[in-house]
Structure formats: structure tokens, C-alpha cells
């Protein structure tokens, strides 16, 4: 069974910095070709991608407006991603997911299979 944990939110004040993290379990990255990511849900908003890591591609994706700012990493051996915020502003509050599509799929834009409860992140101004 595929599980996935986000952890790491909170209050924050704007221009500090927080670190999410993502749990996972279920998958085996060893063999297959996987994407994993981290998206994010505003009061009023729709869901959005922040950023996402595809193996295949080598690399990650991120929203043009979060580059720079946002980093996400991988750590297989702990089967944990992370992401890196830094220079929170207000409107990066939101409710965090963390979400893979399924295993064999690398793709960062096609539809997510899993998702896990997200985190609340809250930047004060």
C-alpha cells in the first residue's frame, strides 16, 4: 500500500524559511522510473503544482514563480523528499501535499495517483 506523510508545517513570518517533508512508503525507486512532488492549495485557490522531481528527466520542475525560492531534494535511502522554502512571503500560505503518480510514471504534469495529507504552512506579514 502506497502511503505518503507530509510533515514540517507551520507559522512562519514572512522573509523566514521552512522546510516540509514527505514520508513515503509503498514505492520501490530502485528499479522503476518515478516522480514525486509537492503542490499546494490557498484559501479560495485551486491546487497547484510547487515543484516535482522526475527521474527520468534527472531533474526538477518548478512553478516559474517559486524558482529560486523553493528547492525539493530526495533522499531514497530515508524515502523522504523534502521541500525547501526560503523568503516566505504571505501568499505562499497554504495547505502543502505531497503527491506521486504511479510507479513507472515520471511524468511532473500528467495526473498524481497518491496523495498524502497535507501540512499547513503560515506565512505572517
Known amino acids: 500500500e502506497v502511503q505518503l506523510q507530509a510533515s514540517g508545517g507551520g507559522l512562519v513570518q514572512a522573509g523566514g524559511s521552512l522546510r516540509l517533508s514527505c514520508a513515503h512508503s509503498?514505492?520501490?525507486?530502485?528499479?522503476?522510473?518515478?516522480?514525486i512532488g509537492w503542490f499546494r492549495q490557498a484559501p479560495g485557490k485551486e491546487r497547484e503544482v510547487v515543484a516535482c522531481f522526475s527521474s527520468s528527466a534527472g531533474n526538477a520542475y518548478y512553478a516559474n514563480s517559486l524558482k529560486g525560492r523553493f528547492t525539493i531534494s530526495t533522499d531514497n535511502a530515508r524515502n523522504t523528499v523534502y521541500l525547501r522554502m526560503s523568503r516566505l512571503r504571505s501568499e505562499d500560505t497554504a495547505v502543502y501535499y505531497c503527491a506521486a503518480p504511479t510507479l513507472g510514471d515520471s511524468s511532473c504534469l500528467g495526473g498524481m495517483a497518491y496523495w498524502g495529507k497535507g501540512t499547513q504552512v503560515t506565512v505572517s506579514s
Open positions: 509503498g514505492f520501490d525507486f530502485t528499479f522503476d522510473e518515478y516522480a
